[in-house]
């Protein structure tokens, strides 16, 4: 079967790391979480004091900013600059700010350049915001993942006690609501479901179930696309 670039979108918490990860290792293929890239982005401004209104400090530190990716013992580890920034990147100060950062279309236009490179030998599965309407168009496989509210908040949750930080459940959905507006409504690539992606609406699903779903449909489209 023909190799395929797997695209997977949609709001936050949604779960599409958690899906993206588990697809890629069932697939054998690699997986990139673009959101760890505007996080990264974020906390490297938080820790220099840059401000989004600052153009030429961003784009010079854009110039200073190369981000990868690495397996841990734990999971997939996100590098800036070399350094493992995985718990950084999830702080609650992070959240609050990487949306309005996602919005510059500076870093965006840096980060998709990064992401398509990364894309080029196909054979990834690339969770986010836009990736199946910019960064990937013509990717063979489009998810737009879906979750109610109150189940987001749910997962946001618990993640954040994994980590050892406990935060009401009021902050979490006031975050998670700005962050769908932002999103959303931006000017540079907003979140939108592509035309052609499959909606998967996970709010009842375990994660097997969702993972069942996703894989059934990359295997039908890597069978279809030796047809072509």
Same mark, same amino acid.
Not at 10 to 23: D, F, N, P, Q, V
Not at 70 to 91: A, Y
């Given at each position: 079967?023909?190799?395929?670039?797997?695209?997977?979108?949609?709001?936050?918490?949604?779960?599409?790391?958690?899906?993206?990860?588990?697809?890629?290792?069932?697939?054998?293929?690699?997986?990139?979480?673009?959101?760890?890239?505007?996080?990264?982005?974020?906390?490297?401004?938080?820790?220099?004091?840059?401000?989004?209104?600052?153009?030429?400090?961003?784009?010079?530190?854009?110039?200073?900013?190369?981000?990868?990716?690495?397996?841990?013992?734990?999971?997939?580890?996100?590098?800036?600059?070399?350094?493992?920034?995985?718990?950084?990147? *999830? $702080?609650?100060?992070?959240? %609050? @700010?990487?949306?309005? =950062?996602?919005?510059?279309?500076?870093?965006?236009?840096? /980060?998709? #350049?990064?992401?398509?490179?990364?894309?080029?030998?196909?054979?990834?599965?690339?969770?986010?915001?836009?990736?199946?309407?910019?960064?990937?168009?013509?990717?063979?496989?489009?998810?737009?993942?879906?979750?109610?509210?109150?189940?987001?908040?749910?997962? *946001? $949750?618990?993640?954040?006690? %994994? @980590?050892?930080?406990? =935060?009401?459940?009021?902050?979490?959905?006031?975050?998670? /609501?700005? #962050?769908?507006?932002?999103?959303?409504?931006?000017?540079?690539?907003?979140?939108?479901?592509?035309?052609?992606?499959?909606?998967?609406?996970?709010?009842?699903?375990?994660?097997?179930?969702?993972?069942?779903?996703?894989?059934?449909?990359?295997?039908?489209?890597?069978?279809?696309?030796?047809?072509?």
């Amino acid at each position: 079967m023909s190799e395929i670039i797997i695209a997977i979108d949609g709001y936050s918490s949604c779960g599409k790391s958690t899906l993206a990860r588990a697809l890629a290792a069932e697939l054998n293929y690699r997986y990139i979480d673009s959101g760890a890239m505007y996080r990264a982005v974020t906390l490297f401004f938080l820790e220099r004091g840059i401000r989004m209104d600052q153009k030429p400090e961003v784009e010079s530190a854009l110039d200073q900013i190369h981000i990868d990716f690495q397996h841990g013992p734990d999971g997939l580890i996100t590098l800036l600059n070399g350094e493992n920034v995985e718990e950084g990147i *999830r $702080s609650m100060a992070v959240a %609050a @700010k990487v949306s309005p =950062v996602a919005t510059i279309p500076e870093v965006r236009r840096a /980060l998709v #350049r990064q992401q398509q490179a990364l894309g080029r030998a196909r054979q990834i599965v690339m969770d986010g915001r836009d990736i199946g309407t910019v960064v990937f168009p013509h990717a063979g496989l489009k998810i737009f993942l879906t979750a109610s509210l109150e189940e987001r908040v749910r997962r *946001r $949750s618990l993640q954040l006690l %994994a @980590k050892g930080m406990s =935060v009401p459940d009021d902050e979490i959905r006031k975050n998670l /609501l700005e #962050r769908d507006y932002i999103d959303s409504t931006r000017s540079d690539s907003p979140l939108m479901k592509a035309p052609d992606a499959v909606v998967l609406d996970n709010t009842n699903l375990t994660e097997e179930e969702q993972l069942l779903v996703a894989k059934t449909l990359a295997l039908m489209r890597k069978r279809r696309s030796n047809l072509y």
